[in-house]
């Protein structure tokens, strides 16, 4: 995998905004008036994460520990701290980026290949591998270029490997699905048993796989900026930092700004727009050609390659021709992966609807095949305040539309029920970072290209 230039600029996303605001059919002059009300309303206004304090995760902190404290918090990412001594005062210095589960994603897949060397040799020992500085033509060598920036191949590895008579063509896998038919109930030992990969740390998967940007916005920015990041850049969270103490103080999420909307029934302006149906709206803004699904006997890695591939965190997961819907799977779902290796020891073989049977038998009250929570879902005539409220009752980031027969028509995401209440000022994205990112540091804007649909 290629890896992103680390100061790219944020990219833009004026085209795609466009598109949907083309898509919408809430009269323009409402959404201009909503648009100068959350431009007056700042950040701090805008309620603390749970319990007041931000989850923080040091940055020589194990992937699988990361993940554990991801899964126990019920969070799905976190801002990761610097952990050399002497690191700069201010929050560049402080901060490396944010870890989420779609890190997590990138690196089980692409270790997958190194982990498959690793066993065609025997183990990660015999193979050669080990933590020192990455080998460039080491890894050239053996045609792994994504997973050696995290795991590390150096010249003499190489060396040893192919010594042992590990060659590019015998050993090395180019797909992570490819190279997991070679793993079976070993991936397990050499990934969160053996070095280099029970060893990787959080800041080698923020360094190597930034998926998401570090964008942070200071406590007196505008509840507008704030939407228009988790809308029109399409970013999962926006950290929330005081420039004079460099401390992060909250951490809004698409999530968190829904389930704000939802405190705003009783409002003339929102339980109109909430009582109008999805086409009222212009929603789902996805048609039915554009929704990505996955098969149920399609492996559990060809679904997180799908959400690698696309971008996006979550996919429905379908059967038959008419494509009916029995269940989805999240970013989130890595954890259970990783954290259960017990349960999903056949892992090369393991397709979706096993995945989702094994876990759903082990969540109390619950049948043998009975399968995880069933994702919400609505018809294409659902209220908008219904969306909303099923959306925020639970810990989703989507909700399917489906016709009678459970046939996936749609999808309604938590961007597109944010953009739905806002509209972007001529200009104002491009001054708002040009002024902001000047005064906490000018850093902010040089995030990767890299931004994950919801």
């Not at 598109?19 to 431009?39: G, N, R």
């Amino acid at each position: 995998m290629d890896q992103p230039e680390e100061n790219a600029k944020l990219p833009s996303c004026d085209a795609y905004f466009e598109a949907i605001q083309s898509k919408k059919k809430l009269p323009l002059s409402l959404q201009e008036s909503l648009t100068a009300a959350f431009a007056q309303i700042p950040v701090s206004s805008f309620p603390d994460v749970p319990a007041g304090r931000v989850i923080e995760i040091p940055g020589d902190t194990s992937i699988l520990d990361a993940v554990r404290i991801l899964s126990e918090h019920n969070i799905r990412a976190a801002p990761v701290l610097n952990p050399e001594p002497g690191a700069p005062a201010d929050w560049q210095g402080r901060y490396l980026g944010v870890i989420d589960y779609s890190a997590v994603i990138l690196w089980v897949l692409e270790n997958a290949e190194l982990a498959s060397i690793a066993l065609s040799a025997g183990s990660a020992t015999a193979a050669g591998i080990g933590i020192g500085a990455v080998g460039a033509v080491g890894a050239a060598a053996l045609g792994a270029t994504g997973p050696a920036a995290v795991a590390g191949l150096t010249a003499a590895a190489v060396g040893a490997a192919v010594a042992g008579g590990l060659t590019a063509e015998k050993g090395v896998a180019k797909d992570g699905l490819t190279a997991a038919d070679h793993l079976g109930e070993d991936f397990y030992k050499v990934l969160l048993e053996q070095e280099p990969f029970k060893s990787t740390t959080v800041r080698s998967i923020v360094e190597s796989y930034r998926w998401s940007p570090f964008v942070p916005i200071t406590l007196d920015s505008s509840m507008l900026t704030v939407l228009l990041l988790l809308s029109k850049y399409r970013l999962r969270n926006v950290p929330v930092i005081e420039p004079d103490k460099p401390v992060i103080r909250n951490f809004i999420t698409q999530a968190g700004v829904v389930k704000g909307l939802l405190q705003c029934k009783g409002r003339d302006w929102f339980d109109y727009i909430s009582a109008l149906p999805l086409s009222d709206l212009g929603l789902p803004f996805m048609s039915i050609d554009e929704v990505i699904t996955v098969n149920s006997d399609d492996l559990i890695l060809e679904a997180f390659k799908c959400m690698k591939d696309n971008k996006i965190g979550g996919v429905p997961v379908v059967e038959g021709p008419n494509k009916k819907l029995v269940g989805s799977v999240s970013i989130r779902d890595i954890r259970f992966l990783l954290l259960r290796p017990d349960l999903f020891s056949n892992f090369r073989q393991l397709t979706i609807i096993e995945f989702m049977k094994t876990l759903g038998s082990t969540l109390p009250d619950s049948g043998e095949n009975c399968l995880v929570k069933p994702p919400p879902t609505c018809r294409p005539d659902a209220s908008l305040g219904s969306v909303i409220d099923s959306i925020a009752s639970r810990i989703t980031h989507r909700i399917y539309v489906v016709d009678d027969d459970l046939e996936v028509t749609g999808v309604v995401t938590l961007r597109d029920v944010i953009s739905c209440f806002i509209h972007e000022p001529p200009g104002y994205c491009d001054s708002y970072l040009a002024s902001t990112m000047e005064k906490i540091g000018g850093k902010s804007s040089e995030c990767s290209v890299q931004v994950e649909n919801s």
